[in-house]
């Protein structure tokens, strides 16, 4: 069983920035793709980005390319996510999120991931 626990949300203007952090316990870090996810009220959850367990590999969303930053460190059982030049439509609650030797991503039927963190809110005001 896999523990993930989300920190350094908060409120911030349009254009500045922000760093979250997931820390993981209870598995080996490193066979874990790791992802951050978000939603925003009224709206279905959506990946933002995600990173391999070799941290070799990173993929994101389109709305956030040039944006955001994806990386793990394994040594620490942590991923983070550097947000910036934030934008009032990146205002959601975001999870992270560890898949099994796979990164997570979308299905058609939602998002695909085996354990998930319990949500920091990110709020961005224009």
């Known amino acids: 069983q896999v523990q993930l626990v989300e920190s350094g949300g908060g409120l911030v203007q349009a254009g500045g920035s922000l760093r979250l952090s997931c820390a993981a316990s209870?598995?080996?870090?490193?066979?874990?793709?790791m992802g951050w996810f978000r939603q925003a009220p009224g709206r279905e959850r959506e990946s933002v980005a995600a990173?391999?367990?070799?941290?070799?590999?990173?993929d994101y969303a389109d709305s956030v390319k040039g944006r955001f930053t994806i990386s793990r460190d394994n040594a620490k059982n942590t991923v983070y996510l550097q947000m910036n030049s934030l934008k009032p439509e990146d205002t959601a609650v975001y999870y992270c999120?560890?898949?099994?030797?796979?990164?997570?991503?979308?299905?058609?039927?939602?998002?695909?991931?085996?354990?998930w963190g319990q949500g920091t809110q990110v709020t961005v005001s224009s």
């Open positions: 999120a560890a898949r099994y030797l796979r990164i997570p991503t979308m299905s058609g039927s939602g998002p695909r991931s085996d354990y």
């Open positions: 209870g598995g080996t870090f490193s066979s874990y793709g």
């Open positions: 990173i391999s367990g070799s941290g070799g590999s990173t």
